[in-house]
Each structure stands twice: as structure tokens, then as C-alpha cells.
């Protein structure tokens, strides 16, 4: 399809375990973002993209958090020793510059 | 900072209901303005957007005009429709040249026959 995909679409894993988030942006689209939507944190900006580079790195909320773009295409966020309080819905987003963002279904991840 | 506040929910209304779901938020200078929806089980959708002051964004029949003087940006719609249910987050575009946006907490509207 011509939309923003996001893989997996659910993931449950364990306290500790590290875990890799997946998001391909809509062809042609430069800009890429990563949201967070957690029930007691409401929508949260984590990371922006620029083409590979990430200018704007200011609310990955710990060092765990980590995040790369290749080819100014695919991106992933990876949560190392995942925590509790991570569970949440990661929700990616395309654009083209100056313009309205485009998002994904989102991954939901439960950490038990 | 720059934030946004929306009005808590939830919003409970009958169809043909006149819908009001407020929206300020706080910023230096002017930023773009949104209002995005969330329908169950789906991603985030833009619904309207308003890029400048006086600007009214509209789309299936909902507005919301951007007034500086109130640092607002109201969602209204006349008549609601029971597909009108989900949950509508104003946002607006963070401080910086990043286009990263600001989400108030979201609303979530029922709508019931």
C-alpha cells in the first residue's frame, strides 16, 4: 500500500529483553518521526529524521532508546532492557518537508 | 514551553448533536495548527489544519478557525453521526525547524443513535 507500515503490529515481551520497532515511510517522504502513546503520558514526540540524520533527538525518554534511518527509507527504534513503564503504543510518521504528517497504525508493545 | 490543552472527555453525545470539543494552546509565535483523529482500531488521521491566524480548516464537516486572540482552535461540527465516534487530538507544530508536533491529550467522542 502507499501508507506508513509499522511492524510488528503487536509485541509482547519481557521485563529485560530488548526489542526492535520497524516503520517504512511512504516513498519519497524525507521527513520521519517517532511518537509515543502511552495512557498516562497522552502523544509524545521521541525522534525526527531528516533524511539518515536525526536532528532532533530530544524526547527519547533514556539512554535504552535508540533509533536509525537507512537509504532515507526504513527506520527503527530499539528499546534495550526494556522496562514496564515502555508498554505503550510506538507510532510512526512520514511527510514531505512543510508538510502534514502521515501516520502508521502504530506497534503496540506490552512488556510483562 | 509550548503545549496544547484540550478539553477533557468523554464526550457523549445524540446524532444530529451540535459538537464543541475546545482546544488552546500555548506557543512562541504562530504555529500551524491541527486536529487529527483516531477512529477505533486505526492510526492517527488528519482531519483540518490551519496554518496562519484567522484560518479556518475544514473537512466531512468539521471546522476549526485559528484565533490568536484567544490562542484557540475549536473543533465544531453541526450535526454528529454515530461514525463521528472516536477519540480527536489538536496538536501544533513544536518549537524548532524539526516539524515535530505538540498533542493535547485527546478527546474521545461517542456518538449514540
Known amino acids: 500500500g502507499a501508507g506508513v507500515s509499522q511492524s510488528p503490529s503487536n509485541k509482547v515481551t519481557e521485563k529485560g529483553k530488548d526489542v526492535e520497532l520497524r516503520c517504512d515511510p511512504i516513498s519519497g517522504h524525507t521527513a520521519l518521526y517517532w511518537y509515543r502513546q502511552s495512557l498516562g503520558q497522552g502523544l509524545e514526540f521521541l525522534i525526527y529524521f531528516q533524511g539518515n540524520s536525526a536532528p532532533d533527538k530530544s524526547g527519547l525518554p533514556s539512554d535504552r532508546f535508540s533509533a536509525e534511518r537507512t537509504g532515507g527509507s526504513v527506520s527503527t527504534l530499539t528499546i534495550q532492557r526494556t522496562q514496564q513503564e515502555d508498554s505503550a503504543v510506538y507510532l510512526c510518521?512520514?511527510?514531505?518537508?512543510?508538510?502534514?504528517?502521515?501516520f502508521g497504525d502504530g506497534t503496540r508493545l506490552s512488556i510483562l | 514551553g509550548n503545549s496544547v490543552t484540550q478539553m477533557e472527555g468523554p464526550v457523549t453525545l445524540s446524532e444530529e448533536a451540535f459538537l464543541t470539543i475546545n482546544c488552546t494552546y500555548t506557543?512562541?509565535?504562530?504555529?500551524?495548527l491541527f486536529w487529527y483523529v483516531q477512529y477505533p482500531g486505526e492510526g492517527l488521521q488528519l482531519l483540518l489544519k490551519?496554518?496562519?491566524?484567522?484560518d479556518k480548516g475544514s473537512n466531512k464537516g468539521f471546522e476549526a478557525t485559528y484565533r490568536k486572540e484567544t490562542t484557540s482552535f475549536h473543533l465544531e461540527k453541526g450535526s454528529v453521526q454515530v461514525s463521528d465516534s472516536a477519540v480527536y487530538f489538536c496538536a501544533q507544530i513544536g518549537s524548532g525547524n524539526t516539524g515535530k508536533l505538540i498533542f493535547g491529550q485527546g478527546t474521545t467522542l461517542q456518538v449514540k443513535p
Open positions: 490551519a496554518t496562519k491566524a484567522d
Open positions: 510518521a512520514s511527510s514531505l518537508p512543510a508538510q502534514p504528517q502521515h
Open positions: 506557543a512562541t509565535g504562530y504555529p500551524s
